[in-house]
């Protein structure tokens, strides 16, 4: 099939790719990232196709990268006035992004009634509680409740005493204040049910005065105004009048001169006794011996650190100021979402972003080999073609969205095309590039070949960088017949600075294997100008031996007119594992 003339091909419109794209975890991020220690094509590559699927809808498209931008590309960035694309280190899924964010919550002053009937309401079994900032105090169970409603200690005084605060009482019952002030504060109260004879009731008011406990009483009765008047006399907390009964004014001149609070509520003295419990504030009751889960921890640590865990429920807070943030239940764990990925440049998860295999990878725009071990639960959208450079591929996506190309975009783009493929000299070319590469230098304004002069001359890794960073700067791990195969590639506008640094990128190649366990490490140092690479190894003897470039006697490969990891010195370094490996 040609590809040229894509300028005379009908546009195709991906409606399919595209709704697949926004009901696949929409709420997770999507971003568009290349390989690790990206090039100038993967970094160029994720940024355009990220303008592309922002532009057709996705406005949560972002362009990643799991490296540091390389001279070069910082140039081509500064140029065209764009940002360093997000730095990932990975991506796994955390629990800041799985959790649920609309929280059912309670304050730490609510009552046990409003708890239980948010509770109720809501049907949850776990509730976390909450100051006025936010920040998580505990969490609160359904059973924790009945600790409010009933006390572990049956003995009847403790049954009767409680911690509870006077305005919530008369919230909780719907009350009408007379009398003293209504007070905020929580206090000891005392419930005494003034149901028995006046003579009784006496008694206990005498008691308590007696002790010093008077004004922790409660005294709660219906129409009875000598009970109220006794209550009263004796200087009690509140008087909590039921049934809807109206209180003399006398009676309510003479309980504000004593300090002494009226409630008059509607309920009968049996449930109001009820209600008044039901009044205690659920910090009462709070279990803050919790596991709490910070908004950073990993979504697959947290699937096995909290499997055998009794704990049902998990507050997700802020590690900086303790607030709630969400929450994560046992059931979150078992499929939790996903973050999108568009990989770029690579389809290996060797060469990926930590944690590619806990994202969710929904498309795949590349130029190399099909290798790896990449899987996916659903069908996804998949561009492999043998071209010099993704920015290629990503650049005739615009056309065939119908989309125009912002000029700085097409900047990008190029320097992805003219990095790869040299300015269309390397063997990896063909029309396609040739052609896209005419269609965005015109968007651009720009000239390739003074484009490209001032690309490469705008940073030289082996001037400018220790020989590990030079190493690792553009380094693509393979493997292959079970080899695993380390390839570096260093672009330079001459060799000069190649023989005073060789002994330093050797020992860096020697550390490499050492630390990485790789069966090869190769380095390749390319003159753009003269087309020629020199070409460094360590690691299995084997395998050097077998190279078919020529090694000269310092022991540098010699490879005249090879300027292409992909389609020269990587099927190079296949062949020589094979011969080592029947060897």
Same mark, same amino acid.
């Given at each position: ?195 028995? !004879?006046?003579?009784? /009731? %006496?008694?206990? &008011? ?5 002790? =010093? #406990?008077?004004?922790?009483?409660? +005294? $709660? ?83 096995? !650190?909290?499997?055998? /865990? %009794?704990?049902? &429920? ?5 590690? =900086? #100021?303790?607030?709630?943030?969400? +929450? $994560? ?106 052609? $896209? ?106 395998? $050097? ?39």
């Amino acid at each position: 099939m040609s590809h040229l003339s894509i300028a005379n091909q009908p546009v195709i419109r991906d409606d399919f790719a595209l709704n697949y794209f926004m009901s696949s975890s929409s709420n997770m991020p999507l971003y568009v990232i290349g390989h690790k220690n990206p090039d100038t094509d993967a970094i160029c590559s994720a940024i355009g196709y990220a303008d592309l699927l922002q532009k057709k809808g996705l406005k949560e498209a972002l362009p990643a990268r799991c490296g540091s931008v390389p001279t070069r590309t910082a140039w081509v960035l500064e140029k065209a006035g764009m940002e360093k694309p997000l730095l990932l280190d990975d991506v796994s899924a955390t629990a800041e992004m799985i959790c649920r964010k609309d929280v059912v919550k309670v304050s730490d002053d609510a009552t046990f009634l409003q708890a239980y009937q948010l509770m109720l309401t809501e049907k949850v079994r776990s509730i976390p509680v909450v100051n006025p900032n936010n920040q998580l105090c505990g969490l609160l169970k359904y059973l924790d409740l009945l600790q409010l409603l009933m006390p572990i200690d049956t003995d009847p005084e403790s049954v009767r005493r409680m911690i509870a605060c006077p305005k919530k009482i008369a919230v909780t019952l719907g009350a009408l204040a007379g009398g003293a002030d209504l007070k905020a504060e929580e206090r000891e109260i005392v419930q005494l049910v003034g149901a028995s !004879s006046v003579d009784t /009731v %006496k008694k206990r &008011l005498k008691q308590a005065t007696e002790i =010093g #406990d008077i004004k922790s009483y409660v +005294v $709660i009765c219906g129409d009875r105004p000598i009970i109220q008047q006794t209550a009263i006399e004796y200087g009690v907390c509140l008087l909590v009048v039921t049934g809807g009964f109206d209180v003399a004014a006398e009676l309510v001149q003479a309980a504000k001169e004593k300090g002494v609070v009226i409630l008059r509520c509607k309920q009968d003295t049996a449930t109001a006794s009820k209600l008044i419990r039901c009044s205690r504030m659920v910090s009462h009751a709070l279990d803050d011996d919790i596991i709490r889960v910070m908004a950073h921890d990993s979504v697959k640590v947290l699937r096995d !650190s909290l499997a055998s /865990v %009794k704990q049902d &429920l998990f507050p997700v807070i802020d590690p =900086g #100021d303790n607030c709630l943030m969400g +929450v $994560i239940s046992k059931s979150d764990l078992i499929d939790p979402p996903r973050i999108r990925l568009v990989m770029v440049d690579h389809n290996e998860y060797s060469q990926a972003v930590e944690g590619v295999e806990h994202a969710e990878v929904i498309e795949v725009i590349d130029h190399h080999r099909l290798a790896g071990d990449l899987v996916s639960r659903e069908p996804i959208r998949y561009i492999n073609e043998p071209v010099g450079s993704s920015c290629t591929l990503v650049a005739r996506e615009y056309r065939y969205a119908g989309i125009d190309i912002p000029r700085e975009v097409a900047m990008c783009l190029i320097a992805g095309m003219v990095s790869d493929t040299l300015n269309l000299t390397s063997p990896t070319t063909t029309d396609l590039d040739r052609e $896209i590469l005419e269609w965005l230098c015109g968007i651009a304004s720009v000239n390739a070949a003074e484009f490209t002069h001032d690309f490469f001359a705008s940073g030289s890794l082996l001037a400018h960088n220790t020989a590990v960073e030079a190493i690792n700067a553009d380094r693509k791990v393979f493997e292959e017949n079970a080899a695993r195969v380390s390839i570096s590639h260093v672009e330079e506008s001459g060799l000069d600075l190649f023989a005073e640094r060789k002994d330093e990128l050797c020992a860096a190649l020697d550390s490499l294997i050492e630390i990485k366990g790789y069966d090869l490490a190769l380095l390749i140092v390319t003159d753009i100008n003269s087309h020629h690479s020199l070409l460094l190894a360590s690691g299995n003897s084997q395998i $050097i031996n077998a190279l078919v470039f020529e090694r000269d006697a310092d022991g540098v490969f010699q490879a005249p007119g090879v300027v292409s990891r992909k389609k020269q010195v990587f099927p190079a370094v296949c062949q020589a594992i094979r011969i080592a490996s029947h060897s």
